[in-house]
């Protein structure tokens, strides 16, 4: 009879304590990546939707004259390989059984004697075309345009309960039917059917629709009931998990930003929406970008920020406005978006097919890194963002926001390269070459984007600070107690209501999450007076997850920053290696010099580095300052 020794009961009951710990408190280390990392998203999706270009009008032949049109232009072998079909494509879900039906008459080949319409001829054209295949839903028993079209042709016939589409109460047997069945790829979830069927709105009070108590608000985050709404999105993950064994589905969230959603998002879907519709106008344009572009360390390979579809092809971004096209897409791509094609490309002028089909630009967007570009520069009018690319290059947008020409100054600092040595830039959209050294003097014109890669020597000969690789960085907690809207994002008067009403107000929450090379709150990283160009500003209680790609050390100088109101309260900070504590620092309030912290992590894979306080007043923002990995 085997025997238990004393030492292994020992570390038993440790390890059963560590695991209570961790489930009592979401400060203890885990071990763990916990970002999303299921389904298929290691770089962000690209394709084609046909909302921005048919809205609800779609049929066989704009989806397959579309894929097809991908695949003539090139651009599908570019990268651009979803072709989505949203909204509109429903005729009713049968009552007897819950199956959903298809409207054949606008998908012929969906047709079959004896048998209910089946997409799987559409899917099977596509991907013998060597394309993807993505369809739409909701997570409510209604979608988006029976909640807001201004009429109902497009939309499903028949009584209250065939018109009941959404995934709400059919979840595992319509995603059953979408991948398992239809052989689809990719959904979209939409929430409006979780918003827009109270009790007390006109289509429910007029007995089209039956009420469903709202769950979502857009204005107010705490009017929603986030632990519901991520309690459905973790039903939908189970079903795909299910009906897709080898692993290969993608799954878009699509609730506009609301739910406080910016924040949690990366661990429930592939991409996140971050923000409401896009539409072709360059305020509405801010305001989508504004609402990803400072969330880099919520976004990773296989969980991206979602600003919404590209609307090249329209308005402000039509082919009499290249200068916007172009800035469009390099900002999308600096960021990680998803590049996803609005427009009919059955009749796409070929100077919308070049911007498209910009083989450098797509490769910032798709860099395998998985890194967000960084803000370097910051003001109303002009930006500059800076990303680190996976052979140690850096991709560099200097983005003119207003419609006047503007000098700008780019310098070494920006790229975190030594300013003594030559820096190398090729212009992503012209393939003009230059190189400087310090600082090179630049000129836009009104909403121009000048795009480049740079190749210079990095500030740092034994490593990478964390703020150049945000990819590997996730705030698994980012110590928001009471999630507030973010006051920076650019509020435009091209919204859905135009100018009625009384304009656009703060509505995407995630105002004081963590950020790169910034205090929470947008302030500048200075502890007691000193000032630093680098490091992670986040509050206290919080933690992170730091992936390590084969550095040996870690270092930081850490404290609380100065930017803090409350003066009182210390933090602590520890860095964790798979779990185990390596280094601890003394309790550091506002007005006490920073101070060093440095582990071995050699052979570790996961650092978690923990910030923890008091609970007080107000947050505590605090600062791993120089927070950087090293090789020796």
């Not at 739409?136 to 201004?150: E, H, I, K, M, V």
């Not at 360390?297 to 971004?317: C, E, T, V």
């Not at 960021?335 to 059955?346: Q, S, T, V």
Request: hydrophobic share 40%; aromatic share 8%; charged share 20%.
């Amino acid at each position: 009879m085997k025997t238990v020794s004393g030492a292994m009961i020992a570390l038993f009951a440790l390890a059963t304590a560590t695991t209570a710990q961790a489930k009592d408190d979401p400060l203890a280390p885990t071990s763990r990546w916990s970002a999303y990392s299921a389904g298929r998203a290691q770089t962000p999706p690209m394709g084609w939707s046909s909302w921005n270009a048919f809205a609800t009008d779609i049929d066989e032949d704009k989806i397959l004259g579309s894929a097809q049109a991908l695949v003539r232009d090139g651009l599908a072998a570019k990268g651009y390989r979803y072709v989505n079909i949203d909204d509109g494509w429903w005729a009713q879900r049968r009552v007897a059984d819950g199956q959903l039906l298809i409207r054949s008459t606008r998908w012929p080949s969906t047709v079959k004697a004896g048998a209910d319409p089946s997409f799987r001829p559409v899917t099977d054209r596509l991907h013998a075309m060597g394309l993807k295949a993505g369809i739409y839903s909701d997570l409510g028993r209604n979608t988006c345009s029976q909640a807001y079209s201004p009429d109902d042709t497009d939309l499903p016939k028949g009584s209250v309960a065939e018109r009941e589409v959404g995934l709400y109460g059919h979840i595992d047997q319509d995603i059953g039917l979408y991948f398992a069945k239809w052989g689809f790829d990719f959904i979209k979830v939409d929430g409006c059917g979780l918003r827009a069927f109270g009790a007390d709105s006109e289509k429910v009070v007029s007995a089209k629709y039956r009420a469903l108590p709202p769950i979502l608000n857009m204005e107010f985050v705490a009017r929603s009931n986030i632990p519901a709404v991520q309690s459905l999105f973790r039903q939908i993950n189970a079903a795909l998990v299910r009906d897709n064994p080898d692993g290969d589905y993608l799954l878009s969230l699509c609730i506009w930003g609301a739910a406080n959603v910016r924040s949690w998002g990366k661990d429930f879907g592939n991409i996140s929406r971050t923000s409401d519709d896009i539409n072709p106008n360059w305020g509405r344009m801010l305001t989508n970008f504004d609402s990803a572009a400072k969330r880099a360390l919520y976004a990773h390979p296989g969980s991206w920020n979602d600003p919404d579809m590209l609307y090249i092809g329209k308005g402000d971004f039509d082919a009499a406005h290249l200068t916007e096209a172009r800035s469009h897409l390099s900002m999308w791509a600096m960021i990680n978006a998803p590049l996803m094609i609005g427009m009919d490309l059955r009749t796409a002028p070929k100077a919308l097919l070049d911007v498209f089909g910009n083989a450098e630009v797509i490769a910032v967007d798709q860099d395998p890194a998985g890194n967000q570009a960084v803000v370097a520069f910051d003001s109303d009018e002009l930006q500059i963002f800076v990303k680190t690319l996976s052979n140690g290059d850096k991709a560099v947008a200097v983005f003119n926001r207003g419609g006047v020409p503007i000098d700008v100054d780019l310098t070494a600092a920006h790229m975190k390269f030594r300013n003594a040595t030559d820096i190398a830039l090729v212009d992503l959209w012209t393939g003009a070459r230059r190189s400087f050294r310090d600082t090179v003097k630049l000129h836009l014109d009104g909403h121009q984007t000048l795009l480049f890669r740079a190749h210079g020597t990095h500030g740092l000969d034994n490593g990478l600070y964390l703020s150049e690789q945000p990819g590997n960085v996730n705030p698994a907690v980012d110590g928001v107690v009471q999630p507030a809207p973010d006051p920076t994002i650019h509020r435009s008067a091209s919204g859905w209501q135009g100018t009625r009403g009384s304009g656009e107000r703060p509505i995407y929450a995630g105002w004081g999450g963590a950020q790169p090379d910034s205090a929470p709150y947008g302030e500048a990283l200075e502890i007691d007076g000193k000032m630093f160009g680098t490091g992670i500003g986040v509050l206290a209680n919080s933690r992170l997850e730091v992936r390590n790609t084969g550095y040996r050390r870690f270092t930081a100088t850490v404290g609380v920053n100065d930017s803090a109101r409350d003066t009182d309260r210390a933090a602590t900070f520890t860095v964790y290696g798979d779990g185990k504590p390596l280094a601890t620092s003394r309790a550091v309030k506002w007005g006490q010099a920073g101070q060093p912290i440095t582990a071995d992590v050699t052979g570790v894979k996961i650092i978690e580095l923990v910030a923890r306080a008091d609970t007080g007043a107000a947050p505590l923002p605090v600062t791993w300052a120089d927070a950087a990995l090293l090789t020796r």
